[in-house]
């Protein structure tokens, strides 16, 4: 589908687009494997859009009349992810439907169309539109994120970190490189577009992309910083993980050093000697006892005075 600005976007056919008129459009592959042609697209960047790019660097292509990249967009609520293309034109945006498996990006499009009046619309507003759609409600999960890594580190200055503590980092910081990745890659595109290479922007509309760009750098930034909270607080329960065996093994030598006497004990009265004094003793049974009792006592009240429990 094609729109052109009028009174507003109005939706019209191909054959039908006025020339020097800002136009939209939102295609599928099959659709733009039949118009491209019209465009001047290279056949190359049409076959790039047959299948989903799985990575964020991609880069963008400049060509002399036109502009192309390939977009993975994130849905940073839910971690899913679809593909779009974008060709940009004097003029002319088209985005390619490359895997939208939920119609969300088409619906951040519409909504950008719709955002500024046919008076004051441009290209550029158009591009920044869809941009700061993409990014939209980010800030909240990031804000998220850093509460929950709060409340982690609460737990390990409390010494109580529970039982997935290592599990939910790995995942917050998955989620953290995958942002990284997805502003890094909207940045490119935003310097392509701001250096301007084959002119097809009006300097003085190009502020809008520059705010784009200085919106995205800041969300990397804040997540610059969680990445850095979350090897923070890695080290820190290594660390605290450490002192948890370090204290079971004081824990163990002090019981070692307690009860190590009575081996001792038990090996003197194991020897069976024909003249052990207490051999023949009636009491020897009780004594051996009361001896092993007031061994030990001894030295726990030793242990608690060195403080070694």
Excluded at 65 to 74: A, G, N, S
Excluded at 136 to 164: F, N
Excluded at 229 to 248: I, K, R
Excluded at 262 to 275: C, P, Q, S
């Amino acid at each position: 589908m094609f729109f052109q600005y009028v009174n507003g976007p109005v939706e019209t056919d191909i054959k039908k687009l006025k020339k020097n008129t800002l136009t939209a459009g939102y295609l599928s592959p099959d659709e733009l494997e039949k118009v491209y042609g019209k465009f001047g697209f290279s056949e190359s960047t049409v076959a790039s859009c047959r299948r989903a790019n799985k990575y964020f660097r991609s880069g963008v292509e400049i060509y002399g009349d036109y502009t192309f990249t390939e977009l993975r967009v994130i849905d940073v609520s839910t971690s899913d992810d679809d593909c779009v293309a974008l060709y940009i034109k004097k003029d002319l945006i088209i985005v390619v439907d490359v895997e939208d498996t939920d119609g969300s990006t088409k619906s951040k499009f519409m909504g950008a169309l719709n955002r500024y009046t046919a008076e004051n619309v441009t290209l550029e507003k158009i591009i920044y539109s869809f941009l700061d759609s993409l990014i939209a409600g980010d800030i909240k999960v990031i804000e998220q994120t850093g509460t929950r890594l709060s409340e982690l580190e609460e737990q390990l200055i409390e010494k109580k970190p529970e039982h997935d503590f290592e599990l939910d980092l790995l995942k917050t910081k998955k989620q953290l490189l995958l942002l990284r990745n997805y502003y890094e890659q909207i940045l490119d595109i935003t310097e392509s577009i701001d250096e301007n290479e084959n002119d097809l922007f009006d300097s003085d509309c190009l502020m809008y992309i520059n705010n784009i760009s200085k919106r995205v750098e800041r969300l990397r930034e804040d997540v610059d910083s969680l990445k850095n909270t979350v090897e923070h607080l890695q080290d820190a329960y290594s660390t605290f993980l450490d002192a948890e065996l370090n204290n079971t093994t004081k824990i163990l030598t002090v019981i070692s050093t307690i009860f190590f006497p009575l081996t001792i004990i038990v090996g003197w009265y194991g020897m069976n000697f024909k003249y052990m004094p207490e051999f023949d003793w009636k009491y020897g049974y009780v004594y051996v006892i009361a001896l092993s009792v007031v061994v030990v006592a001894i030295l726990t009240l030793i242990g608690k005075k060195k403080k070694w429990f």
